[in-house]
């Protein structure tokens, strides 16, 4: 799906794709270009052939490629795509150094300033597009993976508890699909369980350049269960598939640069149940005792998050 006309596309490494040099860098362009439509994109997630030619699945009027060349030296490049077969594209580029006392944000600013430059001696003169357009992304918010440690309620008395992996993939700024694998493990019963899920997010609390977020999910997906019971001397071992569906309400909070802390509290529905029985004997009387795992199962994580 082609998405909507850019006026500006600029592409930064992924360490400064998110954070204070992309935030000065916009509020630089903002002030210098006014209300235009522009996105930033890590350069790793773009390749070449996304906006240049005929099938270019985004179409800007100007690409910046900004790109680090030493420390402290950024080399910057602007492109004009063509926008007919046969015809050129203008390309430019400048070099700009800074002091390596200077901040993320003082070098986001300048970088901006440059690239307004560049743009006002481009041959294009009409720096506003003749049609107002929407502001869209020009690639998807994020691509994250996460560990997290995980705790769920498998039956009253009995929290299983182990690691989960979470891999996310951004549609939009708000919107983000997740794919999930845990293994839990419960003292009580000897349980285990062996899952993985797939799940559709939507953040509907954003902090200003996406640092922060508090979202709404619902996820689906499959577990294998185990649990051991014991008749006498012997113990006698359970298990079973379950599919498990469910909400979710989860959130994140930067701590540094791409690094987030995540956190995430599930109530998980199971297609079926399992019992296990437990005999004991006393005084000569024997006893048996079924325990029946829960049908609705909460839980939560938390633990870290990488963006790409």
């Given amino acids: 799906m082609e998405l909507a006309t850019l006026f500006l596309l600029v592409l930064l490494p992924p360490a400064d794709a998110t954070g204070d040099t992309a935030a000065a860098v916009t509020a630089s362009l903002?002030?210098?270009?006014?209300?235009?439509?522009?996105a930033i994109a890590p350069d790793t997630l773009v390749t070449p052939a996304m906006w240049q030619g005929e099938k270019a699945q985004m179409h800007a009027r100007f690409v910046?490629?900004?790109a680090w060349k030493g420390k402290d030296t950024a080399t910057i490049e602007l492109f004009a795509p063509a926008t007919?077969?046969?015809a050129a594209t203008y390309h430019s580029e400048r070099k700009l150094s800074f002091a390596s006392q200077d901040s993320k944000s003082e070098r986001g600013r300048a970088?901006?300033?440059?690239?307004?430059?560049?743009?006002?001696?481009?041959?294009?003169?009409?720096?506003?597009?003749?049609?107002?357009?929407?502001?869209?992304?020009?690639?998807?918010?994020?691509?994250?993976?996460?560990?997290m440690f995980a705790f769920m309620r498998v039956r009253t008395g009995n929290w299983a508890m182990g690691p989960e992996l979470?891999?996310?993939?951004?549609?939009?700024?708000?919107?983000?699909?997740?794919?999930?694998?845990?293994?839990?493990?419960?003292?009580?019963?000897q349980y285990s369980g062996i899952g993985a899920d797939v799940g559709a997010y939507?953040?509907?609390?954003?902090?200003?350049?996406?640092?922060?977020?508090?979202?709404?999910?619902?996820?689906?997906?499959?577990?294998?269960?185990s649990a051991s019971g014991t008749?006498?001397?012997?113990?006698?071992t359970t298990s079973t598939w379950n599919l498990v569906v469910g909400p979710?309400?989860?959130?994140?909070?930067?701590?540094?640069?791409?690094?987030?802390?995540?956190?995430?509290?599930?109530?998980?529905?199971?297609?079926?149940?399992?019992?296990?029985?437990?005999?004991?004997?006393?005084?000569?009387?024997?006893?048996?005792?079924?325990?029946?795992?829960?049908?609705?199962r909460p839980g939560f994580a938390l633990g870290l998050e990488v963006a790409l």
């Fill in 166 to 189: 979470t891999y996310d993939f951004g549609l939009s700024q708000a919107l983000r699909l997740q794919a999930s694998g845990a293994a839990l493990f419960g003292s009580a019963d």
């Fill in 111 to 147: 970088i901006g300033l440059v690239v307004a430059e560049l743009l006002r001696e481009s041959p294009s003169s009409a720096l506003v597009p003749a049609q107002p357009v929407a502001v869209a992304a020009a690639m998807p918010s994020h691509v994250a993976l996460g560990a």
């Fill in 84 to 86: 007919a077969k046969g």
């Fill in 248 to 296: 979710s309400l989860g959130g994140r909070v930067t701590v540094w640069r791409w690094f987030r802390l995540v956190g995430e509290a599930d109530l998980r529905a199971t297609s079926g149940t399992m019992s296990i029985s437990n005999k004991t004997e006393k005084n000569g009387v024997e006893t048996t005792t079924t325990h029946t795992f829960s049908r609705w």
């Fill in 231 to 236: 008749n006498g001397d012997n113990a006698q």
């Fill in 30 to 38: 903002r002030h210098e270009l006014g209300d235009v439509a522009m």
């Fill in 202 to 225: 939507w953040d509907i609390l954003v902090s200003d350049h996406g640092h922060h977020a508090l979202g709404i999910g619902f996820a689906l997906g499959a577990v294998r269960e």
């Fill in 64 to 66: 910046v490629h900004v």
